[in-house]
């Protein structure tokens, strides 16, 4: 019984300091956190579209100093910029953005060169923790615009052809998807009955269409369409024909102008020899003297061509 009571009291004794033990550091942790600034978000990577207002969310879950720090500041490449500070939105924010109490900021039009990571930062003076931050993400997607569209107007059946669409302002990076007569394309036309037999590969990434080998089918009415998270856009329908190569035309026309290259080549010839094109000229080293008359003497001075006549010269 001595033994029992003795395990009975011991048993007690380590459960009630126990006990004392967790609300000792129950007591702690709470004095410790209302000695600390802590912070936290609802949203760490937000995203909106452009020209749509987003919040940035920095909420402060534990605090003791009553009038802490408060700032923002933009992470890019070329290093972090304030926001705000001094109780002043600053940079490319000053007439877009607000502070919501305590430290949330809201950006009322956001533009696209505000994709970038923030970082809020609250010091709290009379704190134990007197410093803490968080980053926050943000991605605003832009709609794309309507994307440049390069079709063949007509292509010789067989041979192949390529198709481009370009967009280059949406964001995220936009994809690409082709119509023919307002029907998509597939990505891979074995997958279609209707398009099985066509020959050709679609890059949705770069835009690009290309048939190895088109066939009179494949004429018809495309049209590319861009889009992203933000939206999506398209160019304006273009007709595409595919024609036969007349192969007993093109042989008639060559023995034609071959007929009428000979024809200028016997017709030179002939010309040639009919004396057409002499290139015999009088020039002043064929100077010859004129015969004498009748009773005139002619006597050549010093200067050329300058001729007197005799005393008994008789008009």
């Given at each position: 019984?001595?033994?029992?009571?003795?395990?009975?009291?011991?048993?007690?004794?380590?459960?009630?300091?126990?006990?004392?033990?967790?609300?000792?550091?129950?007591?702690?942790l709470c004095y410790l956190s209302v000695l600390a600034v802590v912070l936290n978000t609802n949203n760490a990577s937000p995203w909106t579209n452009e020209f749509d207002k987003t919040e940035l969310s920095c909420l402060i879950e534990s605090i003791s100093t009553t009038n802490?720090?408060?700032?923002?500041?933009?992470?890019?490449?070329?290093?972090?910029?304030?926001?705000?500070?001094?109780k002043k939105i600053s940079g490319d924010l000053e007439n877009r953005a607000v502070i919501r109490e305590p430290a949330t900021l809201l950006i009322t039009n956001a533009t696209r060169s505000d994709t970038a990571k923030y970082r809020c930062e609250v010091t709290a003076a009379d704190d134990q923790k007197s410093f803490d931050e968080i980053v926050i993400d943000l991605v605003v997607r832009v709609k794309p615009v309507v994307p440049k569209c390069s079709v063949p107007k007509s292509v010789p059946f067989g041979k192949s052809a390529e198709l481009s669409c370009v967009e280059e302002e949406g964001f995220p990076k936009s994809q690409y998807k082709w119509f023919k007569n307002k029907e998509e394309l597939p990505d891979d036309p074995k997958t279609s009955l209707k398009f099985f037999n066509s020959s050709y590969t679609l890059s949705a990434e770069t835009g690009t269409l290309k048939f190895i080998a088109v066939r009179k089918e494949d004429a018809g009415e495309y049209f590319c369409r861009a889009q992203n998270d933000a939206g999506s856009t398209q160019c304006a329908a273009q007709h595409m024909e595919v024609y036969d190569i007349d192969i007993v035309g093109i042989i008639l026309g060559v023995l034609v102008v071959v007929v009428v290259l000979l024809c200028i080549t016997v017709g030179i010839c002939c010309a040639y020899k009919q004396g057409y094109f002499s290139s015999q000229k009088q020039t002043g080293n064929n100077y010859k003297v004129p015969a004498?008359?009748?009773?005139?003497?002619?006597?050549?001075?010093?200067?050329?061509?300058?001729?007197?006549?005799?005393?008994?010269f008789v008009i």
């Open positions: 019984v001595a033994l029992a009571m003795q395990h009975l009291m011991r048993s007690l004794t380590i459960r009630v300091l126990l006990h004392v033990f967790e609300r000792t550091c129950l007591f702690c802490p720090r408060i700032e923002w500041k933009k992470i890019t490449s070329e290093g972090p910029s304030y926001v705000y500070f001094d004498k008359g009748d009773g005139v003497d002619y006597v050549r001075t010093e200067d050329e061509g300058d001729f007197r006549h005799k005393s008994s």
